[in-house]
């Protein structure tokens, strides 16, 4: 199993900036893509932003330019720094990860708890 935890959520007001953090631990013998969903009540989870083993990127359109993902592969995490932070970003944000598991290569796909990020106006 793999088990994925967020950290860096909370309170901020509008303009402000948040870094939220993923690490992902377990039966892990290499990660292929890493990526920040969100999901407000009563609605469908959304991409905003994924990052490849390769390392490109592929950002919501709503938070170009103001969110940047990155990931440290020697610690197996993801980052998502958001800058110019607006009331339509609050969100409960979850972090996804897939990849292979060592031994027989048994592929997994990981979801983290969510962490909530609340941008005040």
């Known amino acids: 199993q793999v088990q994925l935890v967020e950290s860096g959520g909370g309170l901020v007001q509008a303009g402000g900036s948040l870094r939220l953090s993923c690490a992902a631990s377990?039966?892990?013998?290499?990660?292929?893509?890493m990526g920040w969903y969100r999901q407000a009540p009563g609605k469908q989870r959304e991409l905003v932003a994924i990052?490849?083993?390769?390392?490109?990127?592929d950002y919501a359109d709503s938070v170009k330019g103001r969110f940047t993902i990155s990931r440290d592969n020697a610690k197996n995490t993801v980052y998502l720094q958001m800058n110019s932070l607006k009331p339509e970003d609050t969100n409960v944000y979850y972090c996804n990860a897939d990849g292979w598991e060592p031994i027989y290569r048994d592929k997994f796909v990981s979801w983290g708890q969510g962490t909530q990020v609340t941008v005040s106006s």
């Open positions: 377990g039966s892990i013998f290499s990660i292929n893509a």
């Open positions: 990052i490849r083993s390769s390392g490109s990127a």
